[in-house]
């Protein structure tokens, strides 16, 4: 792809048109704009994928389809965001306000994925506090102490037999 196709895909992501744009400084403000509209929506995919895979063990292949039409969902907003008229205060305010809600969303994701680890080891621990005082898991541990006990007297008997059975044949080699 030529660097002209690139920067005309660019200043229409930045909401231009290549061939309404006359001024060089318009264009580079567009292309810019572009970029950003780009990797906005490539950073709203990564973190929702990063997000989704944390969260579920569903296959990669599917999260990364549902997670693509997120991304591209986030970069036709901004697309819109950048192509609106700058006219009135309103408008800045409106988009401005979207872009703020899209940026909330996103970096609610990229909460998920940092603090996910964090939350599922405090999950387990919890969950584990709370087994332990459960009536079931109270009377197995019970049962476990009790089952311990008769294994070891057992063991003692059997050390006590073997002794004796030692003692019996020492016996009767005399």
Do not use: K, Y
Not at 35 to 52: E, K, N, P, Q, R
Not at 67 to 84: D, Q
């Amino acid at each position: 792809m030529s660097a002209n196709r690139i920067a005309e895909t660019l200043t229409w992501l930045g909401g231009g048109e290549w061939r309404e744009v006359g001024e060089r400084h318009e264009r580079s403000m567009h292309v810019t704009a572009g970029v950003v509209v780009l990797f906005g929506a490539v950073l709203a995919w990564l973190v929702s994928t990063l997000a989704i895979t944390e969260a579920t063990h569903a296959p990669m292949a599917v999260i990364v389809a549902l997670t693509l039409v997120f991304g591209l969902l986030v970069g036709a907003v901004s697309r819109a965001i950048a192509g609106g008229p700058t006219r009135s205060w309103s408008g800045v305010v409106g988009r401005a306000a979207v872009a703020v809600a899209v940026g909330a969303v996103l970096g609610e994701l990229a909460a998920v994925v940092l603090f996910s680890g964090s939350i599922d080891r405090l999950l387990d621990e919890r969950a584990a506090r709370t087994a332990d005082s459960t009536p079931a898991v109270a009377q197995a541990s019970a049962e476990l102490v009790r089952t311990r006990q008769a294994r070891t007297a057992l063991d003692a008997a059997v050390d006590d037999a073997g002794r004796q059975r030692d003692e019996a044949l020492v016996v009767a080699r005399c």
